[in-house]
């Protein structure tokens, strides 16, 4: 079991009551929206800190494994569209198994013909042929799909299963993708290797906006199914009205007019109903991201997490004692991509849609690994804390610089170009904010704020 330091403690009781105090002066719901991003923040932190701070394997390529994780979730949980698998999935199917045939035979060529003039020849003429024929077929089914009924579909569907199932399978197709990735990609240099996981991220990215066959592109997929229940069913659910009215027995006790009374609780059965649903999700993702935690845990404590470690710190010297540091380099870089592809599914599964155009590398891939750095990398909790503490920072930097902003322009007129501009500017001060902790982070805390453990073993 593992045991937490007083100053782990002491970060984890003032993340808790920044929460509390967001809840007391935002309202519970506020709170538990932020919670609930924080906690998909803090798996998506892990799964990049197994990779780098475990071995040192740099992955820029987060969006794209978070986006496949997000495809998942609408395959998983959309119903089939059967008009569009009639008039196009035999073509994809075609498609697909001809695919399988091309990639088999370059495999076979390689093997087979030992001069290497003739081997490029063959697998030229190959690759052409079957790429000629793979398009023919392929086009032709995306082209018949996508004219279904583009206003609601255009797309093949899912297969209509529970919307949890796909936190498995989000894992499963990010880690699908860091193998192939992995492959090519995990014998470069480090400062190689970031560029080509980032580009490789906008390229994974860029076909989920255009094959609107399979997500509807920039359409956005809507209506995903939820694992918890709605707002207007338990507001017309007998014992949620009842766990409301209980709640709340003394507050409507001392309303004496019937119907201020019945519009008191109407208004208290809404507001529990939204806080109710999102506690739910919340229970949901805390359940998943300890089960994460535990056993990254168990991991690195265990044989192959202290040859991660001495792989990290001398690659050389591993190597030297046998170690196939390509090999558990392409394990871990799996490894986190699976956990930020379930943390993917996650967030698309809170949000009920799917928008690829969402997913922005050069963007957002920087502020996860912000959290990495400011958390501290190596360390599982800390990755946590960065999840929680960047996230939490980044969205409160909206209403906490609109306060400072009004308190310090109280005696300039409503109008005042600096005012407005001021406030105008508010979006960019998370920017600001942003860089402002990490220069913070690694002048006095270079580590993290909960660095990872010096263990003697």
């Known amino acids: 079991m593992m045991k937490f330091e007083r100053y782990e403690w002491l970060a984890i009781s003032i ?25 998909i923040s803090a798996i998506m932190t892990m799964g ?33 569209i059967t008009e569009s698998w009639k008039v196009g999935g035999t073509g994809i199917g075609i498609s697909f198994v001809l695919l399988v045939v091309l990639v088999i035979s370059v495999m076979y060529i390689n093997k087979a013909v030992k001069e290497k003039r003739n081997r490029y020849i063959s697998n030229g003429i190959v690759i052409v042929f079957g790429i000629l024929v793979i398009r023919f077929f392929y086009l032709n089914a995306t082209a018949n799909i996508e004219d279904v009924n583009p206003a609601i579909a255009g797309f093949l ?28 990609a995990l014998g470069l240099r480090s400062d190689y290797l970031a560029i080509v996981t980032l580009g490789i991220s906008e390229i994974v990215v860029s076909v989920l906006k255009h094959e609107e066959w399979l997500s509807r592109g920039v359409k956005n997929v809507i209506g995903l199914k939820r694992p918890v229940p709605y707002e207007i069913n338990l507001q ?31 208004k208290l059965i809404i507001e529990g109903s939204s806080i109710f649903v999102k506690l739910s999700y919340a229970s949901l993702f805390f359940i998943v991201m300890f089960i994460i935690f535990y056993f990254a845990n168990k991991a690195q404590l265990s044989p192959w997490g202290r040859m991660m470690r001495a792989i990290r710190d001398n ?18 870089f799996v490894i986190g991509a699976a956990i ?24 957002f891939t920087f502020i996860i690994w912000i959290m990495v750095i400011v958390g501290g990398s190596g360390n599982n909790l800390g990755a946590i804390f960065g999840g929680f503490v960047i ?24 109008n005042n170009p600096l005012r407005l501009h001021l406030l105008d500017s508010v979006p960019y001060f998370r920017y600001l904010l942003m860089g402002s902790i990490l220069l913070l982070i690694l002048r006095y805390r270079p580590k993290g704020i909960i660095p990872e453990r010096v263990r003697h073993s």
């Open 48 to 80: 990049v800190n197994i990779s780098w701070g475990y071995a040192g394997v740099i992955n820029f390529g987060v969006m794209g494994f978070l986006a496949m994780g997000g495809l998942a979730a609408v395959i998983v949980s959309y119903p089939p």
């Open 157 to 184: 569907g899912g297969l209509g299963l529970p919307i949890i199932f796909s936190w498995i399978v989000g894992g499963f197709f990010a880690a699908g993708v860091a193998f192939i990735i992995g492959k090519v």
């Open 315 to 332: 690659e050389i010297a591993a190597s030297a004692m046998g170690k196939d540091v390509v090999k558990q380099h392409l394990i871990i």
């Open 391 to 414: 996230w939490f920072s980044w969205i409160e930097a909206a209403p906490l610089t609109t306060f400072i902003i009004n308190q310090i322009t109280t005696g300039l007129d409503s």
């Open 340 to 363: 930020v592809g379930v943390a993917g599914a996650m967030l698309v599964t809170l949000d009920g849609l799917f928008t690829p155009s969402a997913y922005r590398p050069l963007r």
């Open 236 to 266: 017309n659910t007998d014992w949620f009205i009842s766990l409301i009215t209980y709640i709340n027995t003394s507050k409507l006790n001392n309303i004496i007019d019937v119907g201020d009374r019945d519009e008191a609780l109407n």
């Open 15 to 39: 993340m808790f009551s920044l929460f509390i105090l967001v809840g007391l002066i935002q309202g519970w719901s506020v709170s538990l929206v932020i919670l609930n991003m924080c906690i």
